[in-house]
Structures are given as C-alpha cells and as structure tokens.
C-alpha cells in the first residue's frame, strides 16, 4: 500500500496559471516532507522541503502548504511555466531518519 | 556535486534468469537506497542501506536481494528475473549528517524481462 498518496495523477494548466498538486500521508511519524521533480528521461531531483513545524515553505514561485492535523500538503506553483512540466514527487522521511518514500507523482503540463 | 553511477544503463533479461544491477557512489554517503519506477506507482522502495554490510527491506522487496559490500557500493540482484519486474531502477545516495534530506539519484536502468 502506498504509504505516501497524490492526486490527481495529471494535470494540465495554462502558462501563468496557478497549479496545485496534492498530498496526504497516513504516517504521523514521519518527520520531513521533501518534493522531487522528474523530467523525461531524467532522474528525480530534489525541488523544495517542509518540516512539520512550519505550515508554509516558500521558494520562489513554489509553495508548500502544510497540515499536520489533517495529514496534508499541497505544492502550488504560481504563474506557471512551460519549463515547470515535469512530475512531481511528494516524499516523506520516516522510520530511523532515512528511509524515505514517495507518491505516485503527479504528471504536470503547462500550455503555452 | 554528487555522483552516483549505475550500471548497465538497460539490460534485456530473459524469465527465470539472474540479473544484478549495480551502483556506485563517490560521495562518502552512508545511505543508499534502490527504487523501481513504474508508470501508475511513482518511486517505491525496495532495498535501502545505511551502512556497509546491512541492507533493510523497503516497501516492495518479494523477488529481489540487495548487497552492500562497501560504503560506495550497493547492488540488487534479480535471482529469478520474472516479466512483473520489468521497470526502471533508480539508485540513490544519501548524507547521514543532513538525515537523508536530499537522495542523490543515479540516471537510472532500463530493465526488460523477457
């Protein structure tokens, strides 16, 4: 089972807009909250991370929302690019400090 | 920057065979780790290690085996290559001093049983 669920599994928006990709967990020990991106045809890089103790990480023009009492997080990217269509990976750091998981990804693609 | 090679880069593989796919690190990372990546199901983890000589079963491990004779090194080894196991396998490092909070990736190899 997947410990780490995002949705939706596509998403397209056009350029400017304001994407949104979500994430939830079921883990409560998990303790840090990192978002890859993969483009195609290369590996997954690491993009923007929360911990639980803040509620918003900001970098740029991407967000990270954060709820812990709901076990949720988004990742906004405001005025998007065709350059931002990639997927997008959320993780979670648990057990021991360094096993880490990930979602499904989410497929994003942005119209010029 | 941090450098993690993995070979082969594809492999061609026929049922019931034995396959070994390897990694190597130059980063001094003691954390490393083996995922597939399948369409659908994103990056799951299947072996991981955080010393030499230990490896710890991640959230997929039925039908692989990982080896980790050397800080630098960490293999996963198909004993009975099976047609479900046709996927993309991703290797990455990580620093124990900063926790884990950036896996280093390698470019990957494409696996296809036959």
């Known amino acids: 089972q997947q410990q780490v669920r995002q949705s939706p599994q596509s998403l397209t928006v056009w350029e400017g807009e304001t994407a949104i990709l979500n994430c939830s967990y079921e883990d409560s020990t998990f303790d840090y909250f990192p978002w890859y991106w993969q483009f195609p045809r290369e590996s997954p890089a690491l993009l923007i991370a929360i911990r639980p103790v803040s509620n918003k990480k900001e970098d740029g023009r991407f967000t990270i929302f954060f709820n812990k009492r709901e076990k949720k997080l988004s990742l906004h990217i405001t005025d998007s690019q065709p350059g931002d269509s990639a997927t997008y990976f959320c993780a979670a750091r648990g057990t021991g400090g360094y096993k880490v998981v990930f979602g499904s990804g989410t497929r994003l693609l942005v119209s010029p | 920057e941090a450098a993690v090679t993995q070979s082969p880069r594809s492999k061609v593989a026929v049922t019931g065979g034995k396959v070994t796919l390897s990694c190597h690190q130059t980063n001094n990372h003691d954390y490393m780790y083996w995922y597939r990546q399948d369409t659908g199901h994103g990056l799951r983890l299947i072996h991981y290690s955080y010393v030499a000589d230990s490896t710890e079963k991640g959230d997929i491990p039925d039908g692989y085996k990982a080896s980790r004779p050397s800080q630098e090194n960490f293999s996963l080894i198909l004993e009975l290559a099976s047609l479900s196991q046709t996927a993309v396998y991703f290797c990455?490092?990580?620093?124990?001093?900063?926790?884990?909070?950036?896996?280093?990736f390698g470019s990957g190899t494409r696996l296809t049983v036959l």
């Open positions: 990455a490092s990580s620093d124990r001093d900063n926790s884990a909070e950036t896996l280093y």
